[in-house]
């Protein structure tokens, strides 16, 4: 069966300080991969997603970046943290066609 | 791009009632809808799916109904539990690479 694995649980950065979150998928191979990031008591805001390794589209302007180094691997990076950049970060994966995404269990960041 | 929109916000039932979430979309090309449910501090999970070559689906107490022609699909949760409450998130998907929420509704069942 497919697992989704991401990491860490918890974060707490300082401002201006860098971010490296990495997800990876087992059990599937070739899926659609996505990062979301969600505000307190609000919705999903789909930040990146990719449909292969090196294949990025990105959905906001903003200072995250992601990547996809490997066919099951997603990671999602800043150079400098923002205050603004606090929320629940949440990775997921997805098959082709009518098929549903499967989330992981979220990076909840803080920054300071 | 495809827009979703979901009501209510918030939703109240006493134990034992029905409650109705509905959502609308915008793109008539979309072709798969999910329901995802999120407790407190959780990750959303699946609870129901519908693709739209059907009407209707259920699975116990769940259903969910998708009116092409109108261009809305509804979640019906039926002898509502205190496990119930959370937040409730549609989302229709056109292509498969893009999935596009709705704002969410978060759902108390009181006991």
């Known amino acids: 069966s497919q697992t989704i694995h991401q990491w860490p649980a918890t974060l707490v950065q300082p401002v201006g300080s860098p971010l490296s979150l990495e997800c990876t998928v087992e059990g599937t191979s070739n899926p659609n991969l996505y990062w979301y990031r969600q505000a307190a008591g609000r919705g999903l805001q789909l930040l990146f997603y990719s449909v292969g390794i090196g294949q990025i589209s990105s959905e906001v302007p903003q200072n995250l970046s992601a990547s996809r180094p490997q066919d099951r691997q997603f990671i999602l990076s800043s150079k400098k943290l923002l205050l603004s950049d606090s929320g629940f970060y949440l990775c997921?994966?997805?098959?082709?066609?009518?098929?549903?995404?499967?989330f992981g269990d979220g990076t909840r960041l803080s920054i300071l | 791009g495809e827009n979703v929109e979901q009501h209510p916000s918030t939703l109240s039932v006493q134990e034992g009632d029905s409650a109705v979430i509905k959502c609308t979309y915008s793109d008539s090309a979309s072709n798969y809808f999910p329901w995802y449910k999120q407790e407190l501090g959780k990750r959303p999970q699946l609870i129901i799916d519908i693709r739209s070559n059907v009407g209707e689906k259920k699975d116990q107490r769940i259903a969910v109904t998708l009116n092409k022609t109108a261009k809305h699909f509804s979640l019906h949760i039926t002898e509502t539990q205190p496990e119930d409450s959370a937040v409730y998130f549609c989302?229709?998907?056109?292509?498969?690479?893009?999935?596009?929420f709705g704002t969410g509704t978060s759902l108390t069942v009181i006991p």
């Open positions: 989302a229709a998907s056109l292509t498969g690479n893009q999935f596009y």
């Open positions: 997921a994966w997805g098959g082709q066609g009518t098929q549903p995404q499967h």
